[in-house]
């Protein structure tokens, strides 16, 4: 019994840090912006009735249920194997105890995605705007992320692919990770987030017939003789913008666009990064994991789907009036 109580205390400390582990990859490494609460409950009704309209949220509860059981279960399986292995040194012991580990790290880190993405997903987002088609599973191609030109990485991911039509412009939009490769003096390798959110291009309708950049004002990627300065003190406090057009860039960042960006950045944390080139528009948006649902609880489910719609709502606002102040040009 004695060598059971040395070795469980490190057995322990082995299975947190693997549940950490495990949380941080799920959360995507970063934590998520922060929406006001008043924000989210705009949206709660909207999801509040979708989730009673619509039995798979039913099945996805069911599932974290038996989710959860099974995974105490082979949580519990696992450590009487250890016991048996340091009272009587079976081999079966050992055995058991990894095979049950295993196990119960799959259970907890598989979750309900089949019926979230296949099922939920879209009938959270067909909700929002009919005109959308989603597909987990496809990826945004990343030459297409390159024409953006905002910075070089070393790896991407991508997922939660999402097509459609806003302001009669057709989009794709999908969840982007990129990261940059480090060395250490050891020569051992490791990566470090650049981006991870949501990317989107954007076709308009008439050229820009020049370029814009709307970037966080920490990254200087534009000669100096490009940069223009906005009357609207809030906005310098965040954002720089460059152009090869100072008048058309004017014309665009009316006070209506530029304070709806501030609103948006003041009540959920979300900032954004546009870019113009003639009549592609591209925009990304540090949202992190856009889709993360948890569902255990319809309080919890409602404020989670909530979450998501706000920040696609943000996105489509600040893209339709970029674009209905672009429509307004001269030709």
Do not use: W
Request: charged share 25%.
């Amino acid at each position: 019994m004695n060598n059971f109580f040395m070795v469980f205390p490190p057995l322990m400390f082995i299975f947190i840090f693997i549940i950490i582990i495990i949380g941080t990859v799920k959360s995507g490494g970063r934590k998520k912006a922060v929406l006001k609460e008043e924000i989210v409950n705009k949206y709660k009704s909207i999801a509040y009735d979708l989730i009673n309209d619509n039995p798979e949220f039913d099945k996805a509860r069911s599932n974290y249920k038996i989710q959860s059981l099974f995974a105490y279960l082979f949580l519990g399986l696992s450590l009487a194997s250890m016991f048996v292995f340091v009272q009587l040194n079976v081999l079966f012991g050992i055995l058991g105890f990894i095979l049950c580990m295993v196990t119960f790290i799959i259970i907890i880190s598989k979750g309900n995605d089949k019926v979230i993405f296949n099922n939920v997903l879209p009938k959270v987002l067909n909700r929002f705007n009919s005109d959308i088609i989603y597909d987990h599973y496809k990826k945004m191609d990343k030459n297409i992320y390159r024409e953006a030109r905002y910075e070089s990485f070393d790896r991407y991911s991508s997922d939660d692919y999402i097509t459609g039509k806003v302001h009669n412009c057709p989009y794709e939009m999908a969840e982007v990770h990129t990261e940059r490769r480090h060395t250490d003096s050891k020569g051992r390798t490791h990566y470090s987030t650049i981006f991870h959110g949501m990317f989107a291009k954007i076709t308009l309708s008439k050229s820009f017939d020049g370029y814009l950049s709307i970037v966080n004002n920490k990254i200087k990627l534009f000669a100096r003789d490009q940069y223009i300065t906005i009357d609207n003190e809030a906005f310098e406090k965040i954002y720089d913008v460059f152009t090869d057009d100072k008048i058309k860039a004017m014309r665009l960042l009316t006070p209506d666009v530029t304070t709806k960006m501030i609103d948006i950045y003041n009540d959920t944390g979300l900032y954004f990064e546009i870019k113009i080139y003639g009549n592609n528009l591209y925009l990304r948006v540090y949202t992190s994991a856009m889709f993360s649902f948890a569902f255990s609880n319809i309080e919890k489910e409602s404020k989670d789907i909530a979450n998501s719609i706000a920040k696609l709502d943000s996105i489509y606002k600040i893209t339709e009036n970029i674009i209905n102040e672009i429509e307004g040009f001269d030709v």
